[in-house]
């Protein structure tokens, strides 16, 4: 990294982070051992990837998995992913080797124990990563309780609302957290409406689903949408009939996101399940077919609703790009999952940060389930932030370094609050 973009970097890290996009879990938000560290998914599948058998990866458990893993990481030291845990490692654990190998593997092993035991870690990666907050993913039965929710920021996730109220499992635990019946369309209007009063009353800041890359959104009449939960709840709904109850139930969140004042997070493009004999998460991936003009009626029809918008891969960027800068509710939302790369990112960032107005970028979430990687994680983005705004605006348009630094901060904290602001 050049001098100019250094310097940067060295003033992106000091910026305080809102983290709007994770799954962290309240209760238990730091790894418990390296397995936590080694288990994210990211691993596993490129452990797999690279020729560890299954088995190998999800039988074992304590240092024998670790010891799996770490015949296959040498397979991944190219990789992004791997910088992260090295540099993790490092700044946590204080690992000074380059590498993880199989004979060092059990030193970094004891290291993680010793440190991951310690009463104030939770604390401690806090206040190293320079985190204030962090949202999280709840289920839409999740209590709310037991955490300080302004520091562990709830919200709803509604793919189960969406896609599998023919699962009696799910209507149950609807019933139960909304004391609404599932039903009838106006029960399950007025429980939804439940589970947003709850929410926000908790300190929600958002809703989200992930979506398959064939929904195309479009409110039924409510005589259809009737018949096709009676349909899905006797458990004999044609494919028609499914699309159909859940156009009515995503209609239903989005007017309440409108009623409550809540971002509705769209993340658009995934196929799950696609390799069967994948590791745990690592079986979905994309499909290019998938299009933002599938919703077009939504951004339409909700105007008071934005909707910061996640795509799986960077090809679907530039549409992306295109729909933020037509449609005042749409915005970018971070570097999602395959899109998570550098080489992605910068190409991304560019197009974003050169044609979306800056108020309407959201630059980065980690996604991460454990807290320890949120920094290795961000870090790689505001390198990747450094690099473009050193090249393309200080160098290339004469901007200060001061004017770049104001506009890092809105992309990484700014935005953050002003689109997601509390009630």
């Not at 206040?127 to 300080?148: H, S, V």
């Not at 139960?176 to 039903?183: I, P, R, T, V, Y």
Request: charged share 25%; aromatic share 12%.
């Amino acid at each position: 990294m050049d001098t100019l973009a250094q310097r940067l970097y060295e003033e992106f890290v000091k910026i305080p982070l809102i983290d709007p996009h994770s799954h962290i879990n309240p209760h238990a938000p730091v790894a418990k051992s390296l397995n936590d560290i080694l288990g994210y998914h990211y691993y596993t599948e490129l452990a797999h990837s690279a020729g560890l058998p299954k088995d190998k990866i999800e039988t074992n458990q304590g240092f024998d998995q670790i010891e799996q893993l770490a015949t296959h990481l040498g397979h991944l030291r190219n990789t992004v992913q791997y910088s992260w845990l090295v540099e993790l490692a490092s700044t946590f654990f204080g690992f000074e080797a380059e590498e993880v190998t199989p004979e060092n593997a059990r030193r970094l092993f004891d290291a993680a124990e010793s440190t991951l035991a310690k009463s104030d870690w939770v604390e401690t990666v806090f206040e190293k990563t320079r985190l204030e907050g962090i949202f999280l993913t709840n289920d839409f039965d999740d209590p709310l309780e037991g955490f300080d929710t302004k520091r562990y920021i709830p919200c709803l996730r509604t793919d189960e609302l969406v896609f599998k109220l023919g699962e009696e499992s799910v209507r149950n635990r609807f019933e139960a957290s909304s004391g609404e019946s599932a039903s009838t369309i106006a029960s399950l209007k007025k429980g939804i409406g439940a589970l947003f009063e709850r929410f926000t009353a908790r300190g929600a800041r958002a809703c989200a689903i992930s979506l398959p890359p064939d929904f195309a959104p479009m409110r039924p009449a409510e005589s259809e949408a009737s018949r096709a939960l009676d349909k899905v709840i006797q458990g004999d709904a044609s494919p028609e009939e499914a699309r159909t109850l859940s156009n009515a139930v995503f209609f239903m969140l989005a007017d309440y996101c409108e009623e409550f004042t809540l971002p509705f997070d769209l993340m658009i493009g995934v196929i799950r399940g696609v390799y069967a004999d994948g590791v745990f998460q690592g079986q979905d991936l994309f499909d290019r077919r998938t299009s933002l003009h599938q919703y077009h009626r939504l951004f339409n029809e909700k105007k008071a609703v934005t909707f910061p918008i996640s795509v799986l891969t960077s090809n679907q960027n530039q549409e992306l790009v295109a729909f933020s800068w037509i449609f005042p509710n749409v915005t970018t939302n971070g570097h999602w999952w395959y899109s998570n790369i550098p080489a992605y990112i910068e190409t991304d960032l560019r197009a974003r940060i050169e044609a979306v107005p800056i108020n309407k970028q959201i630059g980065y979430y980690s996604d991460a389930y454990k807290l320890e990687f949120v920094l290795p994680k961000f870090n790689m983005y505001r390198r990747c932030l450094s690099r473009v705004l050193a090249n393309d605006y200080v160098l290339a348009r004469g901007w200060s370094e001061e004017r770049a630094i104001g506009l890092a901060r809105q992309i990484l904290r700014g935005n953050v609050e002003t689109m997601f602001p509390g009630r």
